[in-house]
Nanobody, 124 residues
């Protein structure tokens, strides 16, 4: 079992930055690829970024490439999402998820565990 707790969401103006954190329980964190997804009202959950269990491989949605950076600290059982140059269309609930695999998946159905989500609101 892995429990995930996100933090760091909030309200920010367009062009601003936020850093999301996701703290994981358990001693097998480094056995999981990690992903960040988001869901806006009335829209489907979408992949944002993912990182392999070693941290050597990452993947991003086209909409966030060059603005968001995913990283992980396996010693702290934590994954991060640094979000820069935020846009109003980034407004959503952001979820972190764990996938028991060495490699990233962009499909939310692959993921085994989910956090409760953290709200990110970007004002124009």
């Amino acid at each position: 079992q892995v429990q995930l707790v996100e933090s760091g969401g909030g309200l920010v103006q367009a062009g601003g930055s936020l850093r999301l954190s996701c703290a994981a329980s358990g001693r097998t964190f480094n056995s999981y690829a990690m992903g960040w997804f988001r869901q806006a009202p009335g829209k489907e959950r979408e992949f944002v970024a993912g990182i392999s269990w070693s941290g050597r491989s990452t993947d991003y949605a086209d909409s966030v490439k060059g603005r968001f950076t995913i990283s992980r600290d396996n010693a702290k059982n934590t994954v991060y999402l640094q979000m820069n140059s935020l846009k109003p269309e980034d407004t959503a609930v952001y979820y972190c998820a764990a996938y028991r695999s060495p490699v990233v998946s962009t499909d939310y159905r692959s993921y085994d565990y989910w956090g409760q989500g953290t709200q990110v609101t970007v004002s124009s």
